[in-house]
């Protein structure tokens, strides 16, 4: 263990989805913690621009370029890190997501969509868990990203919230199954955390929206990416290593499922239209 609390000086983290959002958050908290990182996702762009962050903190780090999605860069993704740092002692799993053109009604949902959304973030995220437990020969500590979406009913995003729940399944199963191998396996499930991706592309543009969603917060505010990173460094630490099978929920003490309250606020809007017509 490092002289200070939360210390990660010679343990070699891997973050996948590390270039932007809540993934360049938890490289920059690790940094900060002396990790040494490696750094994957599929944008180069934002990838350089996270090793640059990286690397003004002081921090050793690699990039390596990953589309999850593909068994053989997974592997790759493993084999880099031990090639460079020798040994794997955290792997996060932050890469998943659901793009707008996947989701919607239940009852509309067609099995591309399905399968787009619920192969990134639960199959994919499952065989990324297995190779970083095979490269874990000395024990370690997987941490995976996963949504207060997995507990709560998500309406328009209902395949999503299900692939996150089978995440937060397989979790506490790999922390059963990997325990006496010195590997502890935990999740992160985050509220609504703003990025700037959603504030530009996503729902989060609608200032509303966005007041609909903190009026459910007792803390009072929307999340931000450096809400996340802190939790995953204590995971990663030593300090938690008798932590294993836990979802540790990071969301401001919210536990209102907001999707379900705006789907019924449109839901109310449509209805009141249809009875003035």
């Known amino acids: ?6 210390d990660l000086s010679g343990k070699t983290v891997v973050v996948t989805g590390g270039g932007r959002g809540i993934g360049r958050g938890i490289v920059r908290a690790l940094a900060r913690a002396n990790a040494n990182i490696v750094i994957s996702g599929r944008g180069a762009g934002p990838l350089a621009e ?4 990286v690397a003004s903190i002081g921090a050793p780090a690699i990039v390596v370029p990953c589309d999850v999605t593909r068994m053989a860069d997974l592997q790759h993704l493993a084999d880099a890190a031990l090639d460079r740092f020798g040994a794997i002692h955290g792997w996060i799993n932050n890469a998943g997501s659901a793009s707008p053109g996947d989701v919607g009604p239940l009852i509309g949902i067609t099995e591309q969509q399905w399968d787009a959304v619920v192969d990134l973030n639960l199959k994919w ?16 500590s997987i941490v995976n990203v996963t949504s207060r979406s997995a507990s709560q009913p998500n309406p328009m995003t209902g395949q999503y919230g299900a692939a996150k729940a089978g995440v937060e399944n397989l979790t506490a199963t790999m922390a059963v199954e990997w325990g ?9 499930a ?9 504030l530009s592309e996503g729902s989060m543009k609608s200032e509303s929206r966005r007041q609909r969603q903190i009026d459910t917060v007792p803390l009072r505010r929307l999340g931000v990416v450096d809400d996340v990173g802190p ?11 008798w932590i294993s099978g836990a979802i540790v929920p990071v969301n401001g003490g919210s536990r209102v499922p907001v999707g379900y309250l705006s789907y019924l606020h449109h839901v109310n809007e449509r209805m009141k239209a249809k009875e003035s017509a």
């Open 125 to 140: 995220t499952f065989f990324a868990c297995q190779i970083a437990a095979k490269a874990m020969t000395d024990g370690g």
């Open 231 to 241: 939790l995953a460094v204590y995971l990663v630490s030593d300090e938690a290593q």
């Open 1 to 6: 263990m490092g002289g200070h609390l939360f």
């Open 50 to 53: 996270t090793a640059e962050e």
């Open 190 to 198: 985050p509220g609504v955390v703003v990025t700037e991706q959603r």
């Open 180 to 188: 006496h191998m010195g590997i502890r396996v935990n999740g992160i």
